[in-house]
């Protein structure tokens, strides 16, 4: 099946908004994109529904892809990748916060079951997490085992650690932190290439703003403007590649539970083009919301 699938699938402000708009910057035709929306609900299950960016916006029903396989409360969770190259199998890899705790996990369940959960391993990573507020993985499947892992602490630090692997044991290395992002509410990843990673993020004035970090040490992001205004209301921000260039986005409002979706140009400062695709039918209530990926799915290319 898997192999079926990749056959067929102190801010500086950027420059004046440009008059032409290249292929790469214009925003995707986004009718055949889709976010696999996942979230941990309060009955501790993982779960999934498909947006998708038709016209109107058309949702799937909600799928379970793991029963209960957290002894306790998530706090965070960072993008799962599925993999159903595995027989009657399917594996599932991410990493949560529980009990102010971080766990590497890898799940196997049983397909037509529901989600019922065969094989739990959850690596300890380490504690004292409780005072963390985002956690962004950007990972591809040309890069195996490695990743890197983001994640913002509430006094506005932003850590990076590179992630790889020592006999099938996930393997954590600090690379490095930047202060100043105290002023944001949510990342999401947009763009993953062998030597940067793009972050999109919003503030709680409404900012919404890309953070490259090139992948050379020390870490040093670098900031621009995407929009200065309007963006305050989401706590959350999932992402999914769109074309060659774009960013199909979803922004979920955790304080009415709703949802909107929009197709995002090649980013490029104040220059990025986004179309609001619109509302989003139903309900987002779940208390922990992240980006579900398929093993295949080629590399976020967002900026």
Known sequence: MRRMIAAAAGL????PVLTTMSPAAAAPA?????IQAGSVT????LVDKYVNATSPISVKPVDTMAKQPFAGTVALSSEWVWDDDFGDETSLTGTVVTGGVLYDGGLLTQKGTDGKVVSNQMTRIGGGWGDFRTLTKSWTADAGSNSRTYALRNDGVLYRWFVSS????PVWRAAGS??????VKTVA????TSTYDTLLATTRGGALYTIRIPLTSPMKPIVKAVRTSTWQGFETLLTTRCGQYGTLLLGIDKDTGSAYLYAVGHANGTATVINSLGKVPGTFGDPVNYSWASFVDPPLNGE
Do not use: E, Q, T
Not at 12 to 15: T, V
Not at 166 to 169: A, E, H, L
């Open 166 to 169: 020592d006999n099938g044991k």
């Open 30 to 34: 986004a009718g055949a994109c889709y």
């Open 178 to 183: 930047y202060a100043g992002f105290s002023a």
């Open 12 to 15: 500086l402000l950027a420059g």
């Open 42 to 45: 309060a009955g501790k299950d």
């Open 189 to 192: 990843l947009i763009s993953r």
